[in-house]
């Protein structure tokens, strides 16, 4: 109804008191003084907005512990946001004066001044950005922006705290509007792992382990219902590399890599050993490409990685080379050091500052842990002994232990062995037996998640494409979890922050495939790209 003029006659102005205004009652036909809570479309909105006080003192008292509270903080929290809309659609239009007690507009005042202070609670608590590593926290960690060209990264070992100084323009940031028919959001840029990305739901931060990232697309994994029209931002810190980051570890060092993994050497079907550094990408699944050589060609050379470089050690005929090259640029590899004795077929093995080589043979089968240097160039020493003699094993790396799985023994042992033993990165020593695989085989490929060794295909004595998987976290006999996509043996591997990979080998022919299996949940393989070249028993590394 438009009014546009009114007869004084109409006007009922019985029951008025100071801040009345006029409305028009539709049931008696006359515009009559009446209270400014008839104005609210819903008398149970104004009701409701009362409410308000209480439940910001709820939220205000609890607000401290973000962003480690538990659920009912974040509901109590969402709860008054959508509280606020919705009163406030409905009182937007009502003037200060409107107010028929004094005291529901100072009521209204100091709710402003109470959702203000909340909003700046939350801020302040949230913007402390904690480090998480598998769903750990790392307790007593520090990660410090500080403004500038480039990137540099310290680590106090006393401490245990890490920090990265870089420049926070480099940071791209994407407001994503939720419809509320999924959980699931693509990204403007493809992220490695969830710690290359900050996601903040109506400006409360998630945690990793809240959600998982797979290229470009993002799932919150919460079991909290998304509201239709809520503001989703993500903030892509892609220049920097969390995931390796341990509590008093190596300053962001990690075994599994986020770029490409590498072949280097073999035997091709001639039975002629290369000296092919082969190269695909972690990204995308696609072949690989020949990036460089090795010194010396070679078969069944052991492989290391650090952080800038990846090594082939020893290797056929009776090696003792330890080569380098280089992950920053496609280059060949140089000689820089050897090995305690020339030998072929052990296993590779990578801590933060060490490359290890394990067991292998020279004409008979041994037992020796051999360990050389990352930050400089140099041979290797004997630190320690396997608990049998053994060749033609997978190597696995934990942060802390290296790990070989299966392999050749002796007559007077088992020629085809299903141990896993262990051994310690952080002091020299012989291995100890953790545990089984689910059944005895030999030149097998070893991979290595944060959490999780893997060996797959092998001989045993037939070919077999089983992967089993053990855990880090426990000495414990491993699981099959998967197959892959076809039977082989004399293969090798590399290691994603997400996936593993087994490449090469022989299926009885020779072949060139890279079989792709996933870190996050048990199955089988894909076959998602060729090596160069048919080949068996190159080295592998990643970065």
Same mark, same amino acid.
């Given at each position: 109804?438009?009014?546009?003029?009114?007869?004084?006659?109409?006007?009922?102005?019985?029951?008025?008191?100071?801040?009345?205004?006029?409305?028009?009652?539709?049931?008696?036909?006359?515009?009559?003084?009446?209270?400014?809570?008839?104005?609210?479309?819903?008398?149970?909105?104004?009701?409701?907005?009362?409410?308000?006080?209480?439940?910001?003192?709820?939220?205000?008292?609890?607000?401290?512990?973000?962003?480690?509270?538990?659920?009912?903080?974040?509901?109590?929290?969402?709860?008054?946001?959508?509280?606020?809309?919705?009163?406030?659609?409905?009182?937007?239009?009502?003037?200060?004066?409107?107010?028929?007690?004094?005291?529901?507009?100072?009521?209204?005042?100091?709710?402003?001044?109470?959702?203000?202070?909340?909003?700046?609670?939350?801020?302040?608590?949230?913007?402390?950005?904690?480090?998480?590593?598998?769903?750990?926290?790392?307790?007593?960690?520090?990660?410090?922006?500080?403004?500038?060209?480039?990137?540099?990264?310290?680590?106090?070992?006393?401490?245990?705290?890490?920090?990265?100084?870089?420049?926070?323009?480099?940071?791209?940031?994407?407001?994503?509007?939720?419809?509320?028919?999924?959980?699931?959001?693509?990204?403007?840029?493809?992220?490695?792992?969830?710690?290359?990305?900050?996601?903040?739901?109506?400006?409360?931060?998630?945690?990793?382990?809240?959600?998982?990232?797979?290229?470009?697309?993002?799932?919150?994994?919460?079991?909290?219902?998304?509201?239709?029209?809520?503001?989703?931002?993500?903030?892509?810190?892609?220049?920097?590399?969390?995931?390796?980051?341990?509590?008093?570890?190596?300053?962001?060092?990690?075994?599994?890599?986020?770029?490409?993994?590498?072949?280097?050497?073999?035997?091709?079907?001639?039975?002629?050993?290369?000296?092919?550094?082969?190269?695909?990408?972690?990204?995308?699944?696609?072949?690989?490409?020949?990036?460089?050589?090795?010194?010396?060609?070679?078969?069944?050379?052991?492989?290391?990685?650090?952080?800038?470089?990846?090594?082939?050690?020893?290797?056929?005929?009776?090696?003792?080379?330890?080569?380098?090259?280089?992950?920053?640029?496609?280059?060949?590899?140089?000689?820089?050091?050897?090995?305690?004795?020339?030998?072929?077929?052990?296993?590779?093995?990578?801590?933060?500052?060490?490359?290890?080589?394990?067991?292998?043979?020279?004409?008979?089968?041994? *037992?020796? $842990? =051999? +360990?050389?240097? #990352?930050?400089?160039?140099? !041979?290797? &020493?004997? @630190? %320690? /002994?396997?608990?049998?003699?053994?060749?033609?094993?997978?190597?696995?790396?934990?942060?802390?232990?290296?790990?070989?799985?299966?392999?050749?023994?002796?007559?007077?042992?088992?020629?085809?062995?299903?141990?896993?033993?262990?051994?310690?990165?952080?002091?020299?020593?012989?291995?100890?037996?953790?545990?089984?695989?689910?059944?005895?085989?030999?030149?097998?490929?070893?991979?290595?998640?944060?959490?999780?060794?893997?060996?797959?295909?092998?001989?045993?004595?037939?070919?077999? *494409?089983? $992967? =089993? +998987?053990?855990? #880090?976290?426990?000495?414990? !006999?491993? &699981?099959? @979890? %998967? /197959?892959?996509?076809?039977?082989?043996?004399?293969?090798?591997?590399?290691?994603?922050?997400?996936?593993?990979?087994?490449?090469?080998?022989?299926?009885?022919?020779?072949?060139?495939?890279?079989?792709?299996?996933?870190?996050?949940?048990?199955?089988?393989?894909?076959?998602?790209?060729?090596?160069?070249?048919?080949?068996?028993?190159?080295?592998?590394?990643?970065?």
């Amino acid at each position: 109804m438009s009014i546009r003029r009114i007869h004084p006659n109409l006007i009922d102005s019985n029951n008025t008191s100071n801040g009345s205004v006029l409305v028009y009652n539709a049931t008696n036909g006359v515009v009559e003084f009446g209270s400014a809570s008839t104005l609210l479309a819903d008398a149970n909105d104004f009701a409701t907005y009362t409410t308000l006080s209480s439940l910001i003192d709820t939220v205000n008292a609890n607000v401290d512990a973000l962003p480690d509270s538990a659920a009912n903080d974040y509901n109590t929290y969402t709860t008054v946001t959508g509280l606020i809309d919705t009163v406030q659609d409905n009182v937007a239009a009502v003037d200060n004066n409107a107010w028929t007690n004094a005291n529901d507009y100072a009521t209204y005042s100091t709710l402003v001044g109470l959702i203000d202070t909340v909003q700046d609670n939350v801020d302040a608590q949230t913007s402390n950005t904690q480090i998480y590593v598998a769903d750990t926290l790392l307790s007593n960690t520090a990660l410090i922006f500080e403004a500038g060209s480039g990137i540099s990264l310290s680590a106090n070992a006393t401490t245990h705290v890490t920090t990265i100084t870089t420049s926070m323009s480099n940071v791209t940031s994407q407001e994503i509007a939720i419809d509320g028919s999924s959980n699931s959001f693509t990204l403007i840029k493809s992220a490695a792992n969830t710690n290359m990305l900050l996601v903040s739901y109506e400006g409360i931060l998630q945690k990793p382990r809240e959600y998982s990232v797979d290229g470009t697309t993002l799932t919150l994994s919460n079991t909290r219902p998304l509201v239709a029209g809520a503001n989703l931002e993500v903030r892509y810190f892609d220049f920097f590399e969390l995931s390796g980051v341990s509590e008093g570890g190596g300053g962001g060092y990690t075994f599994q890599g986020t770029v490409s993994g590498y072949a280097a050497g073999g035997f091709s079907p001639n039975i002629t050993q290369l000296n092919t550094i082969d190269k695909f990408p972690f990204s995308s699944d696609t072949n690989a490409t020949d990036v460089g050589d090795l010194s010396v060609a070679r078969a069944y050379p052991m492989g290391q990685s650090s952080s800038s470089s990846g090594y082939s050690s020893g290797g056929s005929p009776f090696v003792n080379v330890i080569d380098k090259f280089p992950f920053a640029a496609d280059a060949n590899a140089s000689d820089v050091g050897d090995l305690t004795v020339p030998r072929e077929r052990a296993a590779g093995h990578s801590s933060v500052e060490s490359g290890y080589s394990s067991g292998g043979t020279q004409i008979n089968p041994l *037992n020796m $842990i =051999d +360990k050389f240097p #990352f930050a400089s160039d140099g !041979n290797a &020493t004997d @630190v %320690g /002994d396997l608990t049998s003699d053994v060749r033609s094993a997978a190597g696995q790396s934990s942060a802390t232990s290296g790990y070989n799985s299966g392999g050749y023994g002796t007559p007077s042992t088992s020629l085809t062995l299903n141990k896993i033993d262990k051994f310690s990165f952080s002091s020299d020593g012989n291995a100890t037996d953790a545990g089984d695989l689910t059944q005895g085989r030999n030149n097998v490929g070893g991979q290595s998640s944060v959490e999780s060794g893997y060996s797959s295909g092998g001989l045993n004595p037939a070919l077999t *494409n089983m $992967i =089993d +998987k053990f855990p #880090f976290a426990a000495d414990a !006999n491993a &699981t099959d @979890v %998967g /197959d892959l996509t076809q039977a082989r043996a004399v293969t090798t591997g590399q290691s994603s922050t997400v996936s593993g990979y087994n490449s090469s080998g022989f299926s009885p022919t020779y072949v060139n495939t890279i079989d792709k299996f996933s870190f996050s949940s048990d199955g089988n393989a894909t076959d998602v790209g060729d090596l160069t070249q048919v080949r068996l028993g190159p080295a592998g590394q990643q970065i």
